[in-house]
């Protein structure tokens, strides 16, 4: 995976928020450049810097000198000159440049991918960045030394914590800046032989007083005294043999993780400084100024590195020259959470050399590697500490000791990942641009929390590495601290050097944390607050407020710190109630205001539904209205052609009736390409009874001249009679066969409009279907009429026989009426000898004779009274089509009782 040199605030250099004031533009290394973007980006302290307010910004007294001033954190930048082999490479191409003391101008050389985004308009190619001090490439190890680190010595006997660490891309000098090489030693050295060099005639002797854990002292017994005093010999022992074996050898040792090899080369440079770092213009401080009268100092220091993300003791010095796994130190954090290096070595030194040699003895266990920027590339952080016990003459218990610290990191320099071959180089420079990008969010979130005290106070990531776990008391106002930002000037790693130092400058913009004196401020406000008890007046009458407040935690009586607790927990206690209200309130609120959203929905929902229920009934409705309106038609079209065919019948049995023949019925109606089913049924079933009625009707005139034949053959009465009765049962038969067959046809009729309208109809279409059935139950009804007319018929012949008798028995020899021949007949008399009736003869008839035959048929039925009382739909149809009735009287079966 290719990392990225990483930004400071976890993101992107060229997203993050721009802290940079945009000056002028400049032309030689633009290109195209967007208008709205300057080509020069200035990073420097204090131009973005808004002061955090005056009681937060604690005054960090570094002595007489610091004394009510708030002190911005220093940074320092070191530029590191070119090697020949890299001026004959072509790397010095200016890009570079120092403008003053301040200042430094960084201009994108053509082949960066700076310059590729700045003609792209995306970023600035020029950059312009402000330090503490700048210093050249020229700059002397000694003129370096007492630019940074000669105070910072200083304020260490004076009882304060210092810091310096060196950040920078690899191979940028940082190594060299802390330790040096060859005659030219670092500040490590230089800081060590001034410290030592202060401190003459001062140093307490004994090893009883060793310091543990975050900053305790322990006595020592006897034993362990004489532990102690083995371990340092074995390691300036250990260091002497190193050297005389020394001069060019590399010694392989397992780093216990990855088989890392450790060099010595390094080593063997800081051998050769051993006999400069006495010169005495590099000591020009007399030792004893601005100590304290009669304290002693016990001077002990640690060497550790942090390597992968595991923290190893560099001074663990191994029995035996076998490689052998290294043992990994813990974090932990002492009674007031600060945090130290559990089991870590400390050894108490007696002088610079013996210093020196501890950390050349610490230096051969450190990782290195060879990287293709750096031969001996430092692999891992490396930290160094100096603690003083300050040792005061009337002391007697460690209590009444007072400790400080001097720290000196050298940070493994950031690179790009993608530029590593091996995969073990590829872990340590992910591990090692973790945790300075985690360096970088602390410190861009202290700068937040000190610029902006309006918003909301950001955690500060401290935790999320094990480096910015252990330097975290420096930006708490343990100490101060100093960053030295190294550079090297090359053309080929411009990309690296401008993230460095855009990280270095969000540094650049921090003030020192507040020092543990204002948790005295904080406790002192506390006490005096109305809802502590009346005890909190106690400070106030035993001591003078300010002097308090300037003072250290430790001043405070245990009595005061308990009472401080309660408070505490008081505080902690009512802020726990208010959240847990303030947590009911709001859920009470988002509560509510879910009901609201949910009964809202739920009116929306119905009103939906209402809508939509509405709609889809309106849409029925209208169907069902166009259903309605298309079966009105239909039904209306087929009432039409029955009525048609009804006329058509009517008239062809008024046509026979008066001829005597058959008249083909007419052709059903029906559209060009065939009736429907329904329409074929009742055309076949109204076929076959107006077959079945002309059959009827055939019968009743073939027996009719039958009767009148034998009306004409005295004698023959009864048989006549009997003939008649037997004919009249025949017709009754067929009438009653006509009717089950009509029946027959309803019921074909349903079924066949069910099947049509299965799919198309609804209730509607049975009810008119229903209709249409009752319709034809009106038809049947007509058709009794007829059988009742014929019954009729039956009676009149009856009393006809009976009148024929009586005047049979009254000797009347008459023939028998021609009103007797059925009109249209005519053969049939002339067949049977009888008198051919003319239709004048017939005009000359009494009209009653005439009318009784044309009541067994008549013409218009419908006009008829019984027809009057049974009303159908029909009736009333062809009533109103058909001419009026002719003004004659009406002849019923009643009125042809009275006539015969
Ligand atoms: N100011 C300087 N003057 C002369 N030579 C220097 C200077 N700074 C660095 N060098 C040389 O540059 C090379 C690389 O320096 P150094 O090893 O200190 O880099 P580094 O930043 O510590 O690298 P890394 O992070 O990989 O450990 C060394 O050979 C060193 O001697």
Not at 325 to 342: A, I
Request: aromatic fraction near 6%; proline fraction near 5%; charged fraction near 25%.
């Amino acid at each position: 995976m290719a990392l990225s040199l990483s930004s400071p605030c976890g993101l992107p250099f060229d997203e993050e928020e721009e802290i940079a004031v945009f000056e002028s533009t400049a032309v030689e290394f633009g290109g195209q450049v967007r208008p709205r973007l300057p080509k020069i980006s200035v990073i420097s302290p204090g131009l973005d810097f808004r002061p955090a307010k005056p009681e937060l910004k604690v005054a960090v007294k570094t002595g007489s000198s610091d004394e009510g001033t708030t002190e911005k954190v220093k940074v320092f930048l070191r530029i590191r000159p070119l090697t020949d082999t890299e001026r004959e490479r072509g790397e010095e191409q200016g890009c570079v440049t120092v403008q003053d003391e301040e200042t430094l101008l960084l201009k994108a050389p053509r082949e960066s991918q700076n310059m590729k985004t700045a003609e792209k308009g995306i970023t600035q190619s020029i950059h312009k960045f402000s330090f503490s001090k700048i210093f050249a490439p020229e700059t002397t190890q000694q003129q370096f030394y007492e630019g940074t680190m000669k105070k910072m010595v200083t304020d260490v006997l004076k009882g304060e914590n210092r810091l310096l660490y060196t950040y920078g891309v690899t191979n940028s000098g940082k190594t060299y800046t802390i330790q040096g090489s060859g005659q030219e030693t670092g500040l490590l050295p230089r800081a060590l032989a001034s410290l030592f060099r202060k401190l003459q005639g001062r140093l307490y002797g004994a090893m009883d007083l060793k310091p543990v854990m975050y900053q305790d002292v322990k006595q020592l017994d006897s034993s362990e005294i004489k532990m102690e005093e083995m371990r340092r010999n074995s390691l300036l022992k250990e260091d002497k043999n190193q050297t005389s074996r020394r001069v060019g050898t590399t010694s392989v040792g397992d780093s216990g993780i990855g088989g890392l090899s450790s060099t010595t080369n390094f080593s063997t440079q800081l051998e050769d400084s051993d006999s400069v770092w006495f010169e005495p213009d590099s000591l020009s401080h007399s030792g004893g100024d601005g100590l304290e009268e009669g304290v002693q100092f016990s001077i002990w220091v640690s060497f550790y590195e942090i390597y992968n993300e595991f923290l190893y003791d560099l001074l663990d010095a191994s029995p035996s020259s076998q490689p052998r796994k290294r043992v990994t130190l813990r974090l932990s954090d002492d009674k007031q959470g600060n945090p130290y290096v559990k089991d870590l070595t400390w050894i108490q030194v007696g002088s610079a050399e013996e210093a020196w040699r501890v950390v050349k003895a610490g230096r051969r266990n450190q990782s290195f590697a060879s990287t293709h920027l750096n031969q001996n590339s430092s692999r891992s952080h490396s930290i160094f500490s100096i603690r003083v016990l300050h040792l005061h003459p009337e002391a007697t218990s460690s209590q009444a000791m007072h400790i400080s610290e001097l720290t000196v990191c050298d940070l493994a320099g950031s690179e790009r990942c993608k530029e590593q071959r091996n995969g073990e180089r590829m872990k340590e420079a992910n591990n090692i641009n973790t945790s300075l990008l985690t360096l970088g969010r602390c410190i861009a979130a202290l700068r937040h929390n000190q610029n902006s005290k309006l918003r909301p106070p950001q955690v500060v990531p401290f935790r999320d590495s094990k480096l910015t776990r252990v330097l975290q008391g420096f930006f708490c106002g343990r100490g101060t601290s100093c960053m030295v930002v190294n550079i090297n000037p090359c053309a080929s790693i411009y990309d690296e050097t401008l993230q460095a130092l855009k990280f270095s400058a969000i540094a650049t913009q921090l003030v020192h944390g507040p020092s543990t004196k204002t948790r005295v401020a904080y406790i002192l406000s506390l006490l005096r607050e109305p809802t502590a008890n009346n005890e909190s007046t106690v400070v106030e009458e035993e001591e003078d407020e300010s002097d308090i407040e300037d003072g250290d935690i430790s001043l405070l009586d245990t009595q005061t710190l308990l009472q401080t607790v309660d408070i505490l927990k008081r505080v902690v206690r009512r802020q726990q109630n208010e959240k847990e209200v303030l947590e009911a309130n709001v859920r009470e609120e988002v509560v509510s205001e879910m009901m609201e959203v949910v009964s809202r929905m739920q009116e929306d929902f119905n009103e939906t539904l209402e809508t939509q229920m509405a709609l889809i009934e309106e849409r029925y409705e209208t169907k069902l209205t166009i259903l309605e309106t298309h079966l009105k038609k239909f039904y209306s079209q087929e009432l039409k052609e029955r009525d048609e065919v009804i006329e058509a019948l009517s008239a062809s049995l008024e046509k026979k009736q008066n001829k005597g023949e058959r008249v083909p019925l007419p052709a059903p109606l029906g559209d060009s390409e065939g009736p429907r089913r329904s329409q074929r049924l009742s055309q076949i079933g109204v076929n076959r009874l107006c077959s079945e009625l002309d059959q009827c009707r055939a019968e009743l005139l073939t027996k009719t001249q039958e009767l009148t034949m034998q009306l004409e053959v005295p004698g023959s009465d009864s048989l006549l009679t009997n003939a008649v009765e037997r004919k009249l049962q025949a017709g009754q038969r067929n009438l009653q066969q006509l009717r089950l067959d009509l029946q027959r046809l309803g019921s074909d009729l349903q079924s066949g409009e069910r099947a049509c309208c299965r799919n198309t109809g609804g209730e509607r279409l049975r009810h008119t279907l229903t209709a249409v059935d009752e319709m034809l139950i009106r038809q049947n009804q007509i058709l009794m009429e007829l059988q009742n007319n014929l019954t009729l018929v039956k009676a009149e012949l009856r009393r006809k026989v009976e009148a024929l008798a009586q005047m049979q028995a009254s000797g009347c020899g008459r023939p028998p009426p021609a009103s007797f021949a059925v009109p249209g007949t005519p053969g049939s008399c002339t067949k049977r000898g009888c008198v051919a009736t003319t239709p004048s003869e017939t005009e000359n008839r009494p009209p009653q004779k005439r009318q009784f035959f044309q009541s067994l048929f008549p013409p218009r039925k419908y006009n008829t009274r019984a027809a009057e009382g049974n009303v159908t739909p029909y009736s009333r149809i062809l009533r109103s089509r058909q001419p009026s009735p002719p003004p004659s009287p009406v002849l019923t079966p009643r009125t042809l009782r009275g006539k015969y």
